[in-house]
């Protein structure tokens, strides 16, 4: 039986349309407000973030990918912190929430791992692993 919401005639059916969409529209409203964007790094990928008063990019060109740092107002781009080989593992994705920096890597299973890179004390810590991640 068809309900009344606001002066708008809603159905059952109506109302799990609605319900199935809520997901995604919440999710990419959460990505576009969190400032993230994840990118393919199949080739060359860059992310940037800002914290205080520093601009951090993380991009990779091949291999392990380079952490670099400099003021926001400018300036040229000077090495941060190394981040740590995961042996048997090859960066995936990259991508920037808020202020921190959260790489992405695959083996040849297809298992995940995720990297953190932390402005604020300058350093890399593991978060994340999942079996078949990557699949």
């Avoid at 068809?2 to 349309?17: A, I, K, L, M, Q």
């Avoid at 990928?45 to 003021?71: F, P």
């Avoid at 959260?102 to 079996?131: I, Y």
Wanted: aromatic residues 6%; negative net charge.
């Amino acid at each position: 039986m068809p309900r009344t919401v606001g002066g708008v005639v809603c159905s059952n059916e109506n109302e799990e349309v609605m319900i199935d969409l809520k997901l995604p529209v919440f999710l990419v409203a959460l990505f576009v407000m969190s400032g993230c964007a994840e990118q393919s790094c199949t080739g060359s990928c860059q992310v940037s973030v800002e914290s205080d008063h520093q601009m951090y990019r993380y991009r990779l060109d091949g291999g392990n990918g380079i952490l670099e740092k400099r003021e926001v107002s400018g300036g040229s781009w000077n090495a941060a912190s190394e981040k740590p080989v995961l042996n048997g593992f090859e960066v995936a994705s990259a991508l920037g929430i808020n202020d921190k920096i959260l790489v992405s890597h695959c083996d040849v299973s297809g298992n995940r791992r995720m990297l953190k890179f932390d402005p604020q004390d300058e350093s890399w810590s593991a978060t994340h692993f999942q079996t078949g991640g990557c699949l």
